[in-house]
């Protein structure tokens, strides 16, 4: 694949999921990336607000640039670290050690709102206020009865 620079094209199945994958070389090494099939890309005609024009001022522009240039750094891979794996090696660790593994407390569940009862109970509330509750058991007299 190498000397012809030409890329494969194959199906995989990651975690129940058939996917695309483009298999080629990198650095003398034979990489693969997945791919998206045609169906799963959407059109950017298909979202309405990317349909609009934006005037951006040239003050705007430069502060926006500035900006990015005095936030920019060179990227550190070793600065970020998968947590979780982390996490769950050290509870690994504990547990082939023989120690005791500290389960994470379950949080207590909050009472839960009905939102039709807190709806209705906050329309009568705003009836009351006004003064314009109906009485059960009375109707209105039709106009000109």
């Known amino acids: 694949m190498d ?5 494969a094209i194959a199906k995989v199945v990651i975690r129940n999921k058939e996917s695309l994958a483009a298999l080629r070389i990198a650095d003398g090494i034979l990489t693969m990336s997945t791919m998206f099939y045609p169906d799963e890309v959407r059109k950017p005609t298909g979202i309405p607000e990317l349909d609009y024009n934006v005037s951006i001022h040239d003050n705007e522009l430069k502060m926006a640039v500035n900006l990015i240039n005095n936030l920019s750094a060179a990227f550190q891979p070793e600065k970020y670290t998968d947590e979780y794996r982390q996490g769950l ?22 009472k839960v709102v009905d939102l039709m009862a807190a709806l209705k109970a906050s329309i009568e509330l705003a009836e009351q206020e006004r003064g314009t509750v109906k009485k059960k058991g009375t109707r209105k007299k039709a106009a000109g009865a």
């Open 3 to 7: 000397e012809t620079g030409k890329v």
């Open 89 to 110: 090696m050290e509870v690994i660790q504990a547990k082939v050690a023989g120690e005791g593994v500290e389960v994470a407390a379950v949080p207590q569940t909050e």
